[in-house]
Nanobody
Framework: QVQLVESGGGLVQAGGSLRLSCAAS????????KAWFRQAPGKERELVAS????????DYADSVKGRFTITRDNAKNTVYLQMNNLRPEDTAVYYC?????WGQGTQVTVSS
């Protein structure tokens, strides 16, 4: 059974940093692109960042470019999202997605 488990969320002040992790179990996803999405209250889920299977290609939403970095460790079957210079508008539940599988999400709250 495939399982994705996100961690690393929390409460942080504006300008602070958090590092999210998403560990996969049940199968290996080294040949799949991975992505982070987020969903704020009352809003649709949006793509935040994605990374190719070999990690050489990344893409970011305009709102997070220059502040967030997505990386992956295929040996650990894990994808990360380093979030710097956080803003209140980054407040959301963050989800990882791999091969149409979703994690349960981790809450990120940024206070002003």
């Amino acid at each position: 059974q495939v399982q994705l488990v996100e961690s690393g969320g929390g409460l942080v002040q504006a300008g602070g940093s958090l590092r999210l992790s998403c560990a996969a179990s049940g199968r290996t996803f080294s040949n799949y692109a991975k992505a982070w999405f987020r969903q704020a209250p009352g809003k649709e889920r949006e793509l935040v960042a994605s990374i190719s299977s070999n990690g050489r290609s990344t893409d970011y939403a305009d709102s997070v470019k220059g502040r967030f970095t997505i990386t992956r460790d295929n040996a650990k079957n894990t994808v990360y999202l380093q979030m710097n210079n956080l803003r209140p508008e980054d407040t959301a539940v963050y989800y990882c997605n791999v091969a149409k599988n979703w994690g349960q999400g981790t809450q990120v709250t940024v206070s002003s």
